[in-house]
């Protein structure tokens, strides 16, 4: 069973017992509409069993879905039409970023997002979809032109974070990301962010930054990758499904937070099942979204983005008591006292 | 003058020596004062006096060793008493509920006398007004969660209403994994910081310490005006580890070095530690006459 996760394999047997009844009825002129329909009712009830329950692992293997429609999947879905556009006028060509002019019902706007193969070969040339310095170089070129063009910039994500290698080190990866941070925090045009796979830590942020950031159902945005953060934690990443509960890196986590505005649903069993379906929705958040920006001038447009970021943090405020206090305590214990001597 | 800091006044100055813990965060060795210690570089034992008055490099082989935020300061500013510390009530909160992260942050604030990975304030290099930001590689590895971003963006706006410049020491891992999503968001918040305080014509020293990394490299660090680093520091995004995992073949030891990153093109200038205040007060000389004079 081709792309087909473990604990959905009940269900996926379920459905071909159902499909060989009916085969069956349709050959033999028997009617087993009796049969179908109880197996039918169990199989709806097993999948809604099934899916309620998803612990955010399953989550982000289903992001990272052979199958899940890649950034241009979505592109061709949602956009009338796409101009795509190359380079970074630079360096070189970065086929893990793509990047263009789209119409979206007719409005030009520009599109740009990390891109994942879908055959080794594509993958090896688009290198996994992990963008070098020259992917976000080409991105802050796109975006700009956009704000010269006064055209909106929709920023569709999946990347698994910035990508560890000798040459995007060598050509100043840190420096592009925070260059690409500060140059979506200060487009003058509406941004529109959709985590549609996985998000992946700055190699995310870099084109994350949005007035409106959405994401798709079963995507998730971390920090750090489960396992890397299960390598940090205990040697072992094999140990990423635990990981990945306490890093609250689902959809539904991150609008708990107030990181994400909107989550964008997914067809049971994740946007592989139905696309179209999943792009329609993306679509239609997207208009909706940017028509609410469009009435809003420059100005407070940037206003409201940086209110919106600088908000974001969680931490504690003391009293000066307390810290005196706190810190009386903490002197105590150490209770040397002398300048020049002192023992552990 | 607080009580808070008077508190600090009578303690003994520590040596700190970098030593790997397991999450690869950096953990203090206090040795006291009158000790002989091993240099970390050449192996040579220096008596500990010295070794503070050399500002933590060792003499015979130019090793800098690690220093906390505390000890940054005081080696820059011209007089530590003086120095006005900003947002000590700002204190860690465990957002994610993550298992022992109270617990760490605890031992690392007795360890360091911080309540986070920072110290941040204004003070006089060279007689030159400035906010500084110091990074403690030795609270969680000097990593950026909330507190720290938050200080470093209110250092930036203080300094921006304030007109005068900025000068940050990162020593940091990255972002604080603990606090998920929200030390994610510090990139964005201070890279903001910075391009406000740009906007207003004030200038932003960015000295790369030992180590410059990840999430905060390739935010605030990554994007001063001018950009200095300390011998030897590791700069860089990706950790060597992933890179070594990710590729399946030893990568060069000096990829990350400050002078394979100046090489490359990406540090103005490589400068030791015991001339960084001398190279710190010309820079800031050049840029007086756009900067608020006033103490
Ligand atoms: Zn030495």
């Keep these: ?344 | 003058m607080s009580k808070f800091r008077d508190i600090f006044r009578g303690r003994p100055k520590y040596v700190t020596v970098r030593s790997q813990s397991e999450e690869g965060q950096g953990s203090r060795r206090e040795l006291p004062d009158g000790l002989w210690t091993k240099c970390e570089g050449c192996g040579t034992p220096i008596y500990h006096k010295d070794l503070a008055k050399n500002l933590f490099v060792c003499e015979k082989c130019g090793f800098h060793h690690q220093i906390g935020a505390r000890d940054r300061i005081a080696q820059i500013v011209d007089d530590m008493d003086a120095f006005e510390e900003f947002d000590r009530e700002l204190w860690p909160a465990n957002p994610l509920q993550f298992p022992d992260y109270e617990k760490k942050t605890q031992a690392d604030r007795e360890k360091t006398g911080l309540s986070d990975a920072i110290m941040t304030g204004k003070g006089t290099v060279g007689g030159y007004p400035a906010v500084l930001i110091a990074f403690d590689f030795f609270f969680r590895g000097g990593s950026m969660g909330s507190v720290v971003g938050e200080k470093v963006t209110r250092a930036f706006e203080r300094a921006t209403e304030q007109r005068l410049p900025v000068i940050a020491f990162p020593a940091s891992g990255g972002a604080r994994m603990q606090e998920g999503i929200f030390s994610l968001m510090q990139m964005q918040k201070t890279a903001w910081a910075v391009e406000t305080h740009s906007r207003a014509g004030l200038l932003y020293i960015s000295v790369l310490t030992d180590p410059t990394l990840a999430g905060v490299y390739g935010s605030f660090a990554a994007l001063g005006d001018i950009i200095i680093a300390e011998p030897k520091a590791t700069v860089g995004f990706a950790g060597p580890s992933v890179i070594t995992e990710t590729i399946r073949r030893p990568i060069p030891p000096d990829l990350q070095s400050a002078e394979t990153v100046f090489a490359n093109g990406f540090i103005d200038r490589i400068v030791p530690r015991t001339e960084l205040k001398a190279a710190l007060t010309q820079l800031l000389r050049y840029h007086a006459p756009v900067h608020s004079q006033r103490v």
């Design chain 1, 1 to 344: 069973m081709n792309g087909v996760f473990e604990w959905e394999k009940p269900l996926v047997e379920l459905e071909r017992r159902i499909e060989e009844l009916q085969a069956f009825t349709v050959k033999e002129g028997i009617d087993l509409s009796d049969e179908i329909a109880t197996l039918e009712r169990k199989a709806e009830s097993l999948r809604r069993q099934i899916y309620a329950s998803l612990t955010p692992w399953q989550r982000v293997m289903i992001a990272r879905h052979k199958e899940r429609p890649t950034t241009l999947d979505y592109i061709g879905l949602i956009f009338d039409e796409f101009f795509e556009l190359h380079g970074d006028r630079a360096v070189r060509e970065d086929a893990a970023m793509v990047g263009g002019i789209a119409l979206l019902d007719g409005r030009p706007v520009t599109v740009i997002g990390p891109q994942k193969g879908r055959s080794t070969k594509e993958n090896i040339r688009r290198n996994f979809g992990l963008p070098h310095p020259e992917g976000y170089r080409k991105a802050m070129r796109l975006m700009k032109q956009a704000e010269k063009f006064n055209r909106p910039v929709i920023s569709l994500i999946d990347v698994v974070g910035a990508y560890p290698g000798i040459e995007a080190e060598e050509r100043g990866q840190g420096v592009l990301i925070a260059e690409s941070i500060r140059c979506m925090s200060a487009l003058t045009v509406p941004t529109i962010c959709v985590i549609t796979g996985e998000g992946g830590s700055g190699g995310a942020l870099a084109i994350g930054v949005g007035d409106r950031v959405l994401m798709l159902e079963n995507a998730w945005y971390s920090v750090i990758s489960p396992e890397m953060c299960a390598q940090i934690l205990w040697r072992d990443t094999s140990r990423a499904a635990e990981a990945a509960k306490l890093l609250r890196l689902t959809a539904a986590d991150l609008a708990e937070f107030g990181i994400v505005d909107e989550v964008i649903p997914e067809p049971l069993g994740g946007a592989h099942r139905d696309p179209e379906k999943v792009a329609a929705a993306m679509k239609e958040a997207i208009v909706r979204h940017l028509s609410a920006l469009d009435g809003l001038s420059k100005d407070e447009l940037l206003s409201a983005r940086h209110e919106k970021y600088r908000k974001i943090g969680a931490y504690t405020v003391r009293t000066e008591d307390e810290l005196v206090r706190l810190e009386e305590a903490r002197a105590e214990a150490e209770a040397p006292g002398e300048e020049e001597v002192h023992t552990d």
